[in-house]
C-alpha cells in the first residue's frame, strides 16, 4: 500500500480497485499516469516522464491532453494491454475521479482499421452439463458495428475453425477452456488475440441465457435454437461489454445464429492454403479478397471479406446474388453511378456504436446525415434503370425503414451545423432556428459580443482618444487599452487595472457589466447546447437498429457491385448451380494468377461417374495451381459471384477442404510429415459425399514404401467411404493404376513436350496418367550445378535400362559399379552388372558377392520372398511385403 496522498494517492487507489494492467486518470485537461504505469507508457509509447511529490516521496508521471488521448489508448490497446479510464467530476469540496470503462482490445471503440473487430467467448459444453452439453459453444460481438453472433461447435477442431474464420482480437475462454492446454495452444497459434480471464459467474448458463433474454427478448433468443453453452458464451460476452463500461449495449439490438448447415465448411487449413484473405506470407496484396476487392466503404469490404470466410450453401440465396450481379454487371453507367453514390457514405454500424457509447461528436452526426442521404439517391438509381429495378436489388434498399430514414435525416439536417467543430464543448454545434431558447440566448450573447467589439470605436468618437482597442484575457478580463501618449486623456470613469510599457489598460462599470453578461450568455449557450446535442444524440443511439439497417443494405450493394466490376473487367461469366455431382468447367482460371500472367485456362470435368481425379504432371507444371483454381472457382460460386472461365456448372459443395503442402511447424514440436498427417485426417474424418477436396502430394514426407502405402489407402478411402469430389496430384505414378480397378477414379496430366533434350511445360491438363516427371529437369531450371544435372541425368538413365550404377570417387582413382544384392540387403560394388551380381536361383554369384555362403536369417527372407505370387497380391501388401523383407536383411 502506498503513503502517497493528493492526486497520486487517489490514482493508486484506484489502481487497486480495478484488474486492467494500467491506469489513466484525468487531472484538469490531462490524462496522467503515474509510478510504474507511466514508466510502462514511456516505454511504449515514447512520452516523457516527469516526477510528481506526495507525501514526502517522488513518483514518476507522465501525460497526455484531454484530446490526445485516443490515439494513445489505441496504440496500448493494439499492444495487448487493458486500459482503465478514470474521468474528473465535480464534488462539493472539489474534484473526485472514478473509473468509468475499461479499454480492452474487444472493446475499443476508437479504431481506424475497416476490418471487424470481433470479442469472442468460448464455452465447453461439458461445463453446461444436461443434454445438450456436447460440443462448444461460441459468441462473437463486434462493438463497433454492435454486430452479434453465436454458434455451436461439434468439438474442439470446429470452435478453433469458427474462431480462426471470425479473427477476434480478444478471447473469453470459459472456466473449462481455461485448463484446457492443447486447446488453448491450438488457439494461440491459430489466432492472434488476447486471451482475457472473465469472472466465472458470467459463464454460468442460466445467467447467461438471462442476461441474453434481457438483451434481445425471449421470443428471438427461443428462434436461435442453440445449445445452452451458446447461450452462456453470448451472456459472458455481454456481461464483460457492459463491465467494461463500453456503453454499447444499446447497439446491439440484433443477435443470430451462424449455423454451419447454410454454410460451407473451411476450415483453417482451407482458407490458409487457397489464400482467400492473406497471402502465405501474411500479406493482403495477393489474395483472393484483394483481388476481388473494389468496395467504395469499409462496410461493404467488411462483407465482402465475409462472404468468402462463409460461403453459402442455399441456392436461393446464392442466385439471389448471382441475379443482382448479372444487373450490376451490364449496367455499367448506373454501377458507376452507384459507386458515385456509395462513395459518399460512412460506416453507419460504427456510427450508430459510437452514438450508444456516448462519444459521437457533431461531425459524427453530420456523416450519419449525409449517409442517410445516400439511400434515396441509391434507390433512385436502381429504379430507374430496368435492368437493375428488375432484380433482387430493389428488395435491398426496401429492407429499411426508409421513410424513417428519412425523417431521422431531416431531424439531422434542421439540427446540426453544417460545418461543426470537433469538440462538444465550444459551441456552433447547432443550426439556427432548432431551439427558440437557445436562438434567444444566441441573439443575447450575439448583441453583446457586437457592443464589445464596436467599443473601441466608440470610445475614440466620444472621447477623441487614439490607439485604443478593446481585447480580453484570463488575467484581465475584457478591458480597454489605450496608449500612453493618449492616456492622460481618458475620462473619469475610467478604471486603471495595469500600467505596460507602451500602454495603459483600463475597465469601466458598462464594461464589467457587459463582461459578466457575455460570460453568463457563453455558460448557459455552452450548457444548452450541449444538453441539445446530447438529446439529439440519444435520438441517434434510440435509432441504432434502423442505421445498421441502413448501413446493411448500403454494403450489400456495394459488395454486389464490387463482384459485377471484377466480373465485366476480366470477363468472368455467371455459373450455373445446381444440387447434383456434376463439375463441369471449360476454360477455368485462376482468379488470382490470372492478373499477373498470361494464364493457360484448363477444363475439368467430375460427375457421378468420374469423382476422383488424379492429376499427374512434370514438377512445376501447374498441378497445385490447377486444382487451387477449381476450389476458387467453386467458392466464388457460392459466394454468388461470377466465375473466370468460359462456362461453369458447378454442384453445390458442403465443404472445401485442402492439403496442399505444409508449413514446418516443427517451432511447435510438429514435423512436416505430421502437420500433413495432421491435416489429412481432418479431411478424412469432416469430408463428406458432398464436399470437394483438393490433395497435394499425400504421403511424400516419409520413406517411398510408407508413402505410397498412405496414399493408396488414403485414395481407396476417399472413394470408397467418403465419396467427395477429389482432385489428388502426385508423383506416385503407382496410384494411376487405381482407375482400371476404382470406378469413380480417372487419370488427368498436365502435359508437357520434349523435343531434342528441350521440355516445354504445356500448363495444359489432358485426359490419362503421366509417364514422367521430368526432375532432372526442374534441377536445372532451378540453377543447381551442370556436374549435377548432368550426372542426375545419367545416373536416371541407368535406373530405366535395370543397369548398375557407377559409383564415382573414394580412394581408387577407377570407378566401380555399385549394385543392390539381394542375398545380403545390401549395395555391393564390383565390375558385374546386376544380371551377373546375383543368379535368380541364388547360386554361387549371390554367395560370391555376399563373401561367402547365406545364413540362415538371410536364407529365410529368401524363402519368404520366394513364396510371394506377384501376380495375385494386391500391390498395398505386396508393398507393405517388400518393405518388411528389406527390413529384416538390414538387421
Known amino acids: ?27 484538469g485537461d490531462f490524462y496522467e499516469f503515474f509510478g510504474e504505469d507511466a514508466e510502462l507508457v514511456s516505454e511504449e509509447l515514447d512520452l516523457k516522464v516527469s516526477q510528481k511529490s506526495s507525501h514526502g516521496s517522488s513518483y514518476p508521471m507522465a501525460g497526455v491532453p484531454i484530446d490526445d488521448l485516443t490515439p494513445y489508448l489505441k496504440a496500448l490497446v493494439e499492444r495487448g494491454y487493458r486500459v482503465a479510464v478514470a474521468d474528473q467530476y465535480e464534488t462539493d469540496s472539489g474534484h473526485a475521479r472514478k473509473i468509468v470503462r475499461v479499454v480492452t482490445p474487444g472493446t475499443l471503440l476508437e479504431t481506424s482499421d475497416a476490418d471487424a473487430q470481433y470479442m469472442a467467448a468460448v464455452v465447453d459444453g461439458g461445463e453446461v452439463g444436461g443434454a445438450s452439453s456436447d460440443g462448444y459453444g461460441l ?93 452462456a458464451a453470448a451472456g459472458a460476452v455481454l456481461s464483460y461489454v457492459e463491465e467494461t463500461g463500453a456503453g454499447v449495449l444499446a447497439s446491439m439490438t440484433r443477435i443470430q445464429a451462424h449455423h454451419g448447415d447454410d454454410h460451407v465448411t473451411l476450415d483453417a487449413t482451407t482458407q490458409r492454403n487457397l489464400e482467400l484473405t492473406e497471402t502465405m506470407q501474411g500479406e493482403r496484396d495477393g489474395s483472393l479478397f484483394a483481388t476481388i476487392d473494389h468496395t467504395e466503404t469499409s462496410a461493404g469490404g467488411r462483407l465482402l471479406k465475409e462472404w468468402l470466410q462463409r460461403p453459402r450453401r442455399s441456392l436461393e440465396t446464392l442466385e439471389e446474388r448471382q441475379a443482382s450481379v448479372d444487373a450490376l454487371s451490364t449496367a455499367a453507367l448506373a454501377r458507376d453511378e452507384l459507386l458515385d453514390h456509395l462513395g459518399e457514405a460512412y460506416d453507419l454500424a460504427r456510427l450508430a456504436s459510437k452514438a450508444s457509447h456516448g462519444s459521437a461528436d457533431a461531425r459524427d452526426l453530420v456523416a450519419v446525415r449525409e449517409t442517410l442521404a445516400v439511400l434515396p439517391a441509391v434507390a433512385e438509381t436502381i429504379e430507374s434503370t430496368p435492368a437493375l429495378a428488375d432484380s433482387p436489388l430493389s428488395a435491398i434498399v426496401d429492407r429499411p425503414d426508409r421513410a424513417a430514414a428519412r425523417e431521422l435525416r431531416e431531424t439531422l439536417e434542421e439540427a446540426v451545423a453544417e460545418d461543426p467543430p470537433s469538440t462538444v464543448t465550444q459551441g456552433e454545434l447547432l443550426r439556427k432556428g432548432y431551439d427558440a ?17 464596436t467599443l473601441a470605436e466608440r470610445e475614440k468618437r466620444q472621447h477623441g482618444l487614439s490607439h485604443v482597442t478593446v481585447d480580453r484575457n484570463k488575467t484581465d478580463g475584457y478591458y480597454i487599452q489605450v496608449g500612453k501618449s493618449a492616456a492622460d486623456g481618458v475620462p473619469d470613469h475610467y478604471e486603471q487595472i495595469k500600467t505596460l510599457k507602451n500602454s495603459k489598460r483600463f475597465t469601466t462599470e458598462e464594461l464589467e457589466e457587459k463582461e459578466r453578461d457575455v460570460l453568463r450568455l457563453e455558460d448557459r449557450r455552452g450548457e444548452l447546447e450541449y444538453e441539445l446535442f446530447a438529446e439529439l444524440r440519444d435520438e441517434v443511439a434510440e435509432r441504432a437498429a434502423l442505421l445498421q439497417d441502413v448501413g ?33 468447367i471449360e476454360q477455368g482460371r485462376h482468379p488470382v494468377v490470372e492478373q499477373t500472367t498470361e494464364f493457360v485456362p484448363n477444363d475439368v470435368r467430375m460427375d457421378e461417374d468420374r469423382g476422383f481425379l488424379v492429376v499427374t504432371g512434370p514438377n512445376m507444371s501447374g498441378k497445385s495451381t490447377y486444382m487451387r ?32 503442402g505444409a508449413l514446418d511447424e516443427l517451432a511447435q514440436g510438429r514435423s512436416t510429415f505430421m502437420v500433413e498427417m495432421s491435416e489429412l485426417s481432418n479431411i478424412l474424418h469432416t469430408a463428406t459425399e458432398e464436399s470437394l477436396v483438393i490433395l497435394d502430394e499425400v504421403g511424400r514426407g516419409t520413406a517411398t514404401y510408407d508413402g505410397i502405402s498412405i496414399a493408396w489407402a488414403a485414395t481407396e478411402y476417399l472413394h470408397n467411404e467418403v465419396k467427395a469430389k477429389t482432385l489428388f496430384a502426385t508423383h506416385y505414378h503407382e496410384l494411376t493404376g487405381l482407375a482400371e480397378n476404382l470406378p469413380r477414379v480417372a487419370n488427368v496430366h498436365v502435359a508437357a513436350d520434349e523435343r531434342d533434350g528441350e521440355v516445354t511445360f504445356l500448363r495444359t491438363v489432358r485426359d490419362g496418367p503421366t509417364d514422367r516427371s521430368y526432375g532432372v529437369h526442374v534441377a536445372d531450371l532451378a540453377g543447381v550445378p551442370d556436374p549435377v ?34 542375398g545380403s540387403g545390401t549395395m555391393q560394388t564390383g565390375s558385374q552388372d546386376r ?5 535368380t536361383d541364388g547360386g554361387p554369384a549371390a554367395n560370391d558377392a555376399a563373401g561367402g555362403s547365406l545364413d540362415p536369417e538371410t ?33
Not at 437 to 453: C, K, Q
Not at 629 to 643: K, N, R, T
Not at 792 to 816: C, D, F, N, T, W
Open 552 to 584: 446493411r443494405a448500403l454494403a450489400t450493394i456495394d459488395a454486389l457491385a464490387s463482384l459485377a466490376t471484377h466480373a465485366a473487367e476480366n470477363r468472368w461469366v455467371r455459373p450455373e448451380l445446381h444440387r447434383g455431382e456434376d463439375l463441369t
Open 859 to 891: 536364407e529365410a527372407v529368401l524363402a519368404d520372398l520366394e513364396s510371394i505370387d506377384v501376380n495375385t497380391t494386391p500391390p498395398i501388401e505386396l508393398v507393405s511385403r517388400v518393405q518388411e523383407l528389406q527390413e529384416r536383411l538390414e538387421e
Open 629 to 660: 483454381q477449381v476450389a476458387c472457382i467453386v467458392l466464388l460460386a457460392q459466394i454468388g459471384s461470377f466465375v473466370p472461365a468460359e462456362a461453369a456448372e458447378i454442384g453445390v459443395v458442403d465443404g472445401i477442404f485442402t492439403r496442399v
Open 139 to 231: 459468441a462473437f460481438a463486434d462493438v463497433t458495428t454492435g454486430r452479434f453472433l453465436v454458434a455451436d461447435a461439434a468439438d474442439a477442431d470446429e470452435a478453433l475453425t469458427e474462431l480462426y474464420r471470425f479473427d477476434p482480437v480478444e478471447v473469453l475462454p470459459g472456466p473449462e477452456v481455461r485448463t484446457d492446454d492443447d486447446l488453448l495452444g491450438k488457439l494461440r497459434e491459430r489466432v492472434d488475440a488476447t486471451l482475457t480471464l472473465h469472472e466465472t459467474d458470467a459463464f454460468a448458463p442460466k445467467r447467461g441465457a438471462h442476461t441474453v433474454r434481457e438483451q434481445f427478448g425471449t421470443e428471438t433468443v427461443d428462434r436461435l435454437s442453440v445449445g445452452e453453452q451458446t447461450l
Open 437 to 453: 431558447e437557445l436562438d434567444e440566448v444566441i441573439e443575447r450573447h450575439e448583441e453583446v459580443r457586437e457592443w464589445l467589439d
Open 1 to 27: 500500500m502506498t503513503e502517497a496522498t493528493g492526486i497520486v494517492g487517489e490514482f493508486f487507489s484506484l489502481k487497486e480497485d480495478t484488474d486492467a494492467d494500467l491506469l489513466t486518470m484525468q487531472c
Open 789 to 822: 544435372v548432368d550426372r542426375s541425368r545419367e545416373v536416371l538413365e541407368r535406373l530405366r535400362e535395370e543397369k548398375a550404377i557407377e559409383a564415382k570417387g573414394g580412394a581408387s582413382s577407377e570407378p566401380v559399379q555399385a549394385v543392390f544384392d539381394l
Open 835 to 839: 544380371s551377373q551380381a546375383a543368379s
